[in-house]
């Protein structure tokens, strides 16, 4: 007395033809990421690299001002991401309707 049940990782040969195992989707889903979000995700890594830069070159170079300037970094590793992100929610949410 077995049970065909209880041994459910054996491959039998349709699964094997059809290449779905254990009842998962064989293709996965293909979203695609507008040109839009992409340009703003490149454009907010420029802009919080460049504050680095900015805040490690003003620290070197004993500005007055790097303090500022490396609390904006900070800032924009924060803030940026997250409009990138309310942007792209929004985005998406637009597409559809």
Do not use: C, H
Request: glycine letters at 6%; charged letters at 15%; zero cysteines.
């Amino acid at each position: 007395m077995s049970d065909p049940d209880i041994n459910k990782n054996t491959k039998t040969p349709e699964t094997l033809k059809s290449g779905n195992t254990a009842g998962r989707n064989p293709e996965p889903s293909k979203q695609t990421t507008s040109p839009i979000v992409r340009i703003l995700a490149i454009l907010g890594i420029l802009v919080i690299v460049g504050l680095y830069v900015l805040s490690f070159v003003a620290s070197i170079s004993n500005w007055d001002n790097a303090f500022n300037i490396f609390t904006g970094a900070l800032g924009a590793s924060i803030f940026v991401p997250i409009v990138i992100y309310l942007i792209r929610l929004f985005s998406n949410k637009n597409k559809d309707n």
